[in-house]
T-cell receptor, first 113, second 113 residues
């Protein structure tokens, strides 16, 4: 079935540093890909998505490009802020047509002032 | 649009007791999902409904777990004879049927003592 692998955390950066969180996937076909973010004490929020190969999703300064050649969907941000400190999850639909999402284990980002 | 709501936000119970959680999805969404999230892990799919029909259940969902969505609106998740291993965050999400884009509630944190 479909699966996703994220880089281990935590990732600790200084404010204004460049962020990359790696995500690779295994899937049948070319499913939509998602990044969700979970701030402390809150539920998951959709951060960005890409629905087909070579698409770039973007939101709040974050970007991710759907690369079918490397089966990757890495999350990037040029200049992180303390308020970006959160757990980031890469996700894709499960096999079949249920709509359920398969999540990576999450990557914790800590941004220090 | 008030978003997905869940009640209660926190539940502490003793082993062997039954608990019930409620989820109210976004009103125009006909798909509703339940996930479980343990510390340091991504959400794991439990079950989902399209309108009032429960269309898939994960193998994670033992026979102590039951979910309903009687009128295709809110849903309840009941855990009977709780065990310490049931301690987790229970997340509800909703979506329209033509998209994989899911919107999550804040979750119910269950602690079984």
């Amino acid at each position: 079935g479909n699966s996703v692998t994220q880089m281990e955390g935590p990732v600790t950066l200084s404010e204004e540093a460049f962020l990359t969180i790696n995500c690779t996937y295994t899937a049948t076909g070319y499913p939509s890909l998602f990044w969700y973010v979970q701030y402390p004490g809150e539920g998951l929020q959709l951060l960005l998505k890409a629905t087909k190969a070579d698409d770039k999703g973007s939101n709040k300064g974050f970007e991710a490009t759907y690369r079918k050649e490397t089966t990757s969907f890495h999350l990037e941000k040029g200049s992180v802020q303390v308020s970006d400190s959160a757990v980031y999850f890469c996700a894709l639909p499960g096999s079949g047509n249920t709509g359920k999402l398969i999540f990576g284990q999450g990557t914790t980002l800590q941004v220090k002032p | 649009d008030t978003g997905v709501s869940q009640d209660p936000r926190h539940k502490i119970t003793k082993r062997g007791q039954n608990v019930t959680f409620r989820c109210d999805p976004i009103s125009e969404h006909n798909r509703l999902y339940w996930y479980r999230q343990t510390l340091g892990q991504g959400p794991e799919f439990l079950t989902y409904f399209q309108n009032e029909a429960q269309l898939e259940k994960s193998r994670l969902l033992s026979d102590r777990f039951s979910a309903e969505r009687p009128k295709g609106s809110f849903s309840t998740l009941e855990i009977q004879r709780t065990e310490q291993g049931d301690s987790a965050m229970y997340l509800c999400a909703s979506s329209q049927s033509n998209t994989y884009e899911q919107y999550f509630g804040p979750g119910t944190r269950l602690t079984v003592t």
